[in-house]
């Protein structure tokens, strides 16, 4: 990722700076491997309780050798038919200049070597006043990670 980033949200030294997401502009990064969908949304949906939680496990491989100073969030929406809202890489739509991803920092940055595995794992959570993401970055041998950010929403969360 970027450690100009990483290193701008260690400047606060505090727990919560680490918890939050960022909307960022990336210019000067490195993605470590290609994109992938995390979670899906179909709206609208109707019934008596909508249950938006969601849980993932992604696994990348290392294009290269590499520290991971935090993980991109990009959104791709099909809003009806053929008609598309993407700020992800691979399917950027024409005119989103002012749109820009989501940074999620790790506390504790993690080497990876080319051929690596690479895991994450996010959550969206929610309560009945407030919804909030969780993530975590670990080796595939489990043998290096960091601790899940944010649990139960103690340092970012969004009001519903």
Known sequence: MSS?????????????????????????????????SCFKFTHPKFGTRIDNRRQAELRFTAAESAVVHGLAGYFDAVLFGDVTLS???DTHSDGMFSWFPIYFPLR??????KGEEVVVNFWRLESNNRVWYEWSV??????????????NGRSYWIGL
């Open 138 to 151: 670990s080796s595939g041998d489990g043998m290096r990670h960091v601790p899940i950010h944010n649990p």
């Open 108 to 113: 504790e940055p993690l080497r990876f070597q």
């Open 87 to 89: 700020i992800e890489p």
């Open 4 to 36: 100009k980033l990483w290193n701008e949200v260690k400047v606060h030294d505090s727990l919560k700076s680490f918890e939050t997401p960022y909307v960022v502009r990336l210019h000067n990064f490195y993605a470590l491997a290609p994109t992938q």
